[in-house]
């Protein structure tokens, strides 16, 4: 059973900085990228950050570049992001997502659709 588990969201004012960390289980990490997407009310998802099964590749989507860091602890099977400089615009549901790196390219990488194993979520909200 492929089980991935968010935590780290919360409240935090503009400017502030939250770290979100994802726990992935029941399939062999090293071999799947993994990313972070995130859904606000009324939006559609959007891929914030994804990083390879060899961290060869981190990838952002221009809305957090420069604001957002993903890494990942093979070893610990888990990935996290830090986010700065946090805006009210970032406020969402954070999910965690994971699919075998040979099933990702550059065509379906910002593809929230091409990604098969999804966490729970955990809610970030930015505001004064």
């Known amino acids: 059973q492929v089980l991935l588990v968010e935590s780290g969201g919360g409240l935090v004012q503009p400017g502030g900085s939250l770290r979100l960390s994802c726990e992935v289980s029941g399939v062999t990490f090293a071999y799947y990228t993994i990313a972070w997407i995130r859904q606000a009310p009324g939006k559609e998802r959007e891929v914030v950050s994804s990083?390879?099964?060899?961290?060869?590749?981190?990838s952002y989507a221009d809305s957090v570049k420069g604001r957002f860091t993903i890494s990942r602890d093979n070893a610990r099977k888990a990935v996290y992001l830090q986010m700065d400089n946090l805006r009210p615009e970032d406020t969402a549901c954070y999910y965690c997502?994971?699919?075998?790196?040979?099933?990702?390219?550059?065509?379906?990488?910002?593809?929230?659709?091409?990604?098969?194993?999804w966490g729970q979520g955990t809610q970030v909200t930015v505001s004064s």
């Open positions: 997502a994971a699919d075998h790196s040979a099933l990702l390219n550059s065509g379906n990488l910002y593809d929230a659709g091409a990604y098969d194993y």
């Open positions: 990083v390879s099964d060899d961290y060869e590749s981190a």
